[in-house]
Structures are given as C-alpha cells and as structure tokens.
C-alpha cells in the first residue's frame, strides 16, 4: 500500500488559501474591534449589493462631513442662523428636517441641488436674504442624495451614476473655492470658514469638503467599472469555483 501524496502545486495552492483565509478573518475581527463603526444587520441590506452598501456609507460619511461644515460655518457666521432660527441647534435642527423630511425649505422657493448652492452664494444687491449657510446644507444634500441614485438608501434595484457623481464632487470643489473667496457688497467675505490666527487653525471646512470630494470620485470610477467588472468578476467566480479544484486533487 502505498501514502497518498500531494503535489507540490497542490500543496502550494492549498498553503495559499488557508493563508488567505487566516488574512481575512484576522481583517474581519480587527475591523469590527477597532474601527467602532459596524452597523447591526438589517432586513433592507439584504437586498444590497456590495456595490449599494458601500454607497449607502459613503452617503452616511458624506452628510456628517457636511453637517460638521455647516456648525462650523455657523460659529463663524451667527448672523446666519439668526435669520431662520433663535439658536444655532434651531437652525440646523430646521435644515435637516428640511431635507431628510420635509417640506424644503420655504425661502428656497423650490430650489434644491446645484441652484439651491447658486442661490447661497448670490451677493448681488437684490440677492439672496435668507440663512446662506441652510441653503447650502439643503443644496448639498440634495445633490449628494441624486449622486446616490436619487436615494438616501441603495437597494440592488438602484446604482451610482458616475456622471452624477463626478459632477458633484466638482460642485463640492467649487464650493469649497466660493466659501474662501466671494465677497459681499460691502468687499467682505461673504462666508467665513477657513482660519489660521494667533488663536490656532481651522481647517474644518476645507478637510471634511475635500474628504466628500474624494468620497464623490471613488464612487464615480467604481460606477464606470462596473460594467466591466461584472465580466471580470463572472469569470474569475467561474475559474475559482470549477477550475481551482482541479488543482487540489490528490493523486492515488
């Protein structure tokens, strides 16, 4: 009688995956110890994709980064918050009820998006009067949700638009650039965000911006290969699942 052996190709194949394997359950365990940010499983995942989850959080990362900005601009610019609210909590309470609920926000007479930007940073004499920092929150929400397939939660059903998306995050590049440059009438700021004094640096506006913009272009260039991918994807399935085990038969 003769001791199975096993090839050395084989064993070399096998060695490989059992490493990978390890690789990937130390990964999984470390990111759900360390990073504090897993989400309990809900019935609504179930029908995403992973291409929709992580849109859905990058969506979720986007609109804190936003929300940070706008009490940012706010601490700088009180006289903002006081034209809608009698708080600074009031105010920014009254802008996202506006866009996750409903109804928007009046003085925007229906503006959302791109136009709802253009109106907050509308300096001309007859201009915009409202809250400038609400109306960018509103704008730049709704731009961000019609980037997420014009939803505040993928299902497989839906999908990233990547020209959607890359227009957005050059939106977000240019709002960035109007908050640090326009002026009012008077040859003042119109917003003031960024600061570096003798008081210290804050740079919050211009780190959380440019972190949505860089959100914005992942998902636009995952948007673009996704077509491509799937091909890739169908024939990698396919080596893996009936090409592979051939490798790992032991010869009698």
């Known amino acids: 009688m003769h001791d199975s052996l096993v090839s ?15 690789l990937l359950v130390t990964a999984g365990c470390s ?15 179930w029908l995403q994709s ?34 809608s609210a009698a708080s600074m909590d009031e105010a920014i309470q009254r802008s996202w ?36 920092v609400a109306a960018l929150v509103y704008g730049w929400a709704t731009m961000l949700k019609q980037a997420n397939g014009d939803t ?11 020209e959607n ?24 700021p119109l917003l003031l965000a960024t600061e570096i004094s003798d008081r210290g640096r804050n740079l919050v506006a211009d780190r959380e911006l440019s972190k949505v913009v860089a959100r914005l272009d992942l998902l636009a260039a995952q948007a673009d290969e996704k077509y491509r991918r799937a091909a890739l994807d169908f024939g990698q399935n396919w080596v893996m699942g009936v090409v592979m085990p051939l490798f790992t038969l032991v010869p009698k």
Do not use: H
């Not at 990111?31 to 809900?42: F, G, K, L, V």
């Not at 940073?121 to 009067?129: A, N």
């Open 8 to 22: 050395p190709l084989a064993a070399r194949w096998a060695c490989l995956l059992a490493g990978m394997a390890v």
């Open 152 to 162: 505040w939660d993928q299902t497989m059903l839906d999908g990233v638009n990547a």
């Open 31 to 45: 990111s759900m110890r360390d990073t504090q940010r897993a989400e309990p499983y809900t019935n609504q995942e």
């Open 97 to 132: 009820d506006a866009v996750l609920k409903g109804p928007p926000l009046p003085e925007l007479k229906g503006a959302s998006g791109i136009d709802a930007i253009r109106m907050a940073f509308d300096s001309t004499p007859q201009g915009y009067q409202g809250d400038r």
């Open 165 to 188: 998306s890359y227009r957005a995050a050059r939106n977000f590049e240019i709002s960035l650039w109007l908050i640090t440059s326009k002026t009012g009438p008077d040859g003042q």
């Open 50 to 83: 992973g291409a929709n989850r992580i849109a859905n959080l990058s969506l979720r990362d986007n609109l804190q980064s936003v929300r940070r900005v706008q009490s940012t601009l706010y601490k700088r610019n009180p006289r903002e918050w006081r034209k």
